[in-house]
């Protein structure tokens, strides 16, 4: 039986970014870029690159950096159909630097960018026709009204047709929503979402609960049937209704780690719909996302299957 396809939606976007750590935005100093970005467009980018059926839903401009993603996408295998180039205004950016100790410092123009022009019109029941997986995350919700409600709408359809797993990374960034919106936007996802890949502090938040344990069993209560909590290079920990387990990662020499994340929401789709466990998915996805990490750009270290393979094998040798 064929396995149907990954589907997300959201922002399209280019980053634009310091070549090497501790040159600040304010600075006068180099970038490197254009290069394709988004939180959904690498979910959607690595999923193609691990082999799996991956489609996109969004907006960005007819412009030369909207071409630059729609490229990029096009090269892994992504079905580029739905995305809708959107005349008259300019495919959303982001300038990314990286200060001396490895955190990043962002100035983003996606709310008032083509990224912001998904509408609910944009998803269709044709959308999910063919899709046994849906992904959200969070980065998408700020952007305006009617991209919010059109990932609303995805979710709705989704639940109401069935057979679908939707997965939600909240993703959340300071630069774009505070806490207390997080909250109030993240809960019509969470209501139908049956996987929730937060860090540790993004369930803390989400909840507002004391502790990360609390955390978890609130969102497991709230609906989830899996939490599964983000820890970089540390791997990850699968909650679930059996309990908690770790899950290693696997060690590299970490060059850029924007979109690791989105890299780990992608791979474990696609090892869960292949049948793996939600442990073995769970290690999979470590190891997609250490591998991402080893190039420097959002999509330029995304693995393909046989390289996570291999890794694996590695591993277990």
């Given at each position: 039986?064929?396995?149907?396809?990954i589907?997300?939606?959201?922002?399209?976007?280019?980053e634009?970014?310091?070549?090497?750590r501790?040159?600040?935005l304010?600075?006068?100093g180099?970038?490197?870029?254009?290069?394709?970005?988004?939180?959904?467009?690498?979910?959607?980018?690595?999923?193609?690159?691990?082999?799996?059926?991956?489609?996109?839903?969004g907006?960005?401009?007819?412009d030369?950096?909207?071409?630059?993603?729609?490229?990029?996408l096009?090269?892994a295998?992504?079905?580029?159909?739905?995305?809708?180039?959107?005349?008259g205004?300019?495919?959303?950016?982001?300038f990314?630097?990286?200060?001396?100790?490895?955190?990043?410092?962002?100035?983003f123009?996606?709310?008032?960018?083509?990224?912001?022009?998904?509408?609910?019109?944009?998803v269709?029941?044709?959308?999910?026709?063919?899709?046994?997986?849906?992904?959200?995350?969070?980065?998408?919700?700020?952007?305006?009204?009617?991209?919010?409600?059109?990932?609303y709408?995805?979710?709705?359809?989704?639940?109401?047709r069935?057979?679908?797993?939707?997965?939600?990374?909240?993703?959340?960034?300071?630069?774009?929503i505070s806490p207390?919106?997080?909250?109030?936007?993240?809960?019509?996802?969470?209501?139908h979402?049956?996987?929730?890949?937060?860090?540790?502090?993004?369930?803390?938040?989400?909840?507002?609960?004391?502790?990360v344990?609390a955390?978890?069993?609130?969102?497991?209560?709230?609906?989830?049937d899996?939490?599964?909590l983000?820890?970089?290079?540390?791997?990850?920990?699968?909650?679930?209704?059996?309990g908690s387990?770790?899950?290693?990662?696997?060690?590299?020499?970490?060059?850029?780690p924007?979109?690791?994340?989105?890299?780990?929401?992608?791979?474990?789709?696609?090892?869960?719909?292949?049948?793996?466990?939600?442990?073995a998915?769970?290690?999979f996805?470590?190891?997609?996302?250490?591998?991402?990490?080893?190039?420097f750009?959002?999509?330029?270290?995304?693995?393909?299957?046989?390289?996570?393979?291999?890794?694996?094998?590695?591993?277990?040798?």
């Amino acid at each position: 039986m064929s396995l149907g396809a990954i589907v997300t939606l959201g922002e399209l976007l280019v980053e634009i970014m310091r070549p090497e750590r501790g040159i600040p935005l304010w600075a006068s100093g180099p970038f490197v870029g254009p290069l394709a970005s988004g939180a959904p467009a690498i979910f959607a980018h690595a999923a193609g690159r691990l082999g799996a059926p991956s489609r996109l839903v969004g907006t960005c401009g007819a412009d030369a950096f909207g071409d630059v993603i729609v490229a990029k996408l096009e090269q892994a295998g992504v079905d580029v159909a739905s995305i809708r180039r959107v005349a008259g205004q300019t495919t959303g950016t982001a300038f990314v630097a990286y200060r001396d100790d490895g955190e990043r410092d962002f100035v983003f123009h996606a709310r008032h960018s083509a990224a912001a022009a998904l509408e609910p019109a944009d998803v269709t029941a044709a959308t999910l026709d063919d899709a046994d997986w849906l992904h959200v995350t969070g980065t998408t919700l700020p952007l305006g009204d009617s991209v919010r409600e059109a990932c609303y709408r995805a979710v709705r359809l989704a639940a109401e047709r069935g057979g679908v797993t939707i997965s939600f990374d909240p993703n959340l960034r300071p630069e774009l929503i505070s806490p207390a919106a997080a909250r109030e936007l993240c809960a019509p996802v969470l209501e139908h979402a049956h996987v929730v890949l937060p860090s540790g502090e993004e369930a803390r938040l989400l909840t507002g609960a004391e502790t990360v344990e609390a955390a978890c069993e609130a969102l497991l209560t709230g609906g989830a049937d899996t939490v599964i909590l983000k820890r970089g290079a540390a791997g990850c920990t699968v909650v679930d209704a059996s309990g908690s387990q770790q899950v290693p990662s696997l060690r590299v020499e970490e060059i850029d780690p924007t979109g690791a994340g989105d890299t780990f929401s992608a791979a474990f789709a696609v090892a869960r719909r292949r049948g793996d466990s939600v442990h073995a998915a769970a290690r999979f996805a470590a190891v997609a996302a250490a591998l991402s990490v080893t190039a420097f750009g959002p999509m330029e270290g995304a693995p393909g299957l046989d390289d996570v393979e291999r890794a694996l094998q590695r591993m277990d040798a």
